[in-house]
């Protein structure tokens, strides 16, 4: 099973989006995707990502290390909102 879930931190610059999803990249396995605002109207206090989509394999080892890595940016700027998530089959 391959794990699939879009997550958001509302006011996180898009640097430190970048900088997660980098960071995420770096355990086997996981993909991720950066969503852009769509907001119709500027606010400063937005970032300029919507959320990030992060595609894992449904393994113990895989799900205890991007917990680790989204606790740490959690730990500096808030709490991340789950917007949408998925089980899907593995590829064959």
Known sequence: MVLKYRIRLAQLPLAVY???AA?????????????????Q????ALSQ????WIDQ???AA???????ILAYYS???????TVAATH???PT
């Open 75 to 81: 730990d500096r700027y808030g709490a991340w909102e």
């Open 57 to 59: 394999p449904d393994d």
């Open 23 to 39: 960071h995420l990249e770096q355990v086997e396995g996981v993909e991720t995707e950066l969503v852009s605002q769509t907001s």
């Open 88 to 90: 899907e089959p593995s």
């Open 41 to 44: 109207q500027f606010d400063y």
């Open 18 to 20: 970048r900088e997660v």
């Open 49 to 52: 990502i919507d959320s990030l």
């Open 62 to 68: 895989t799900t205890q290390r991007v917990s680790q």
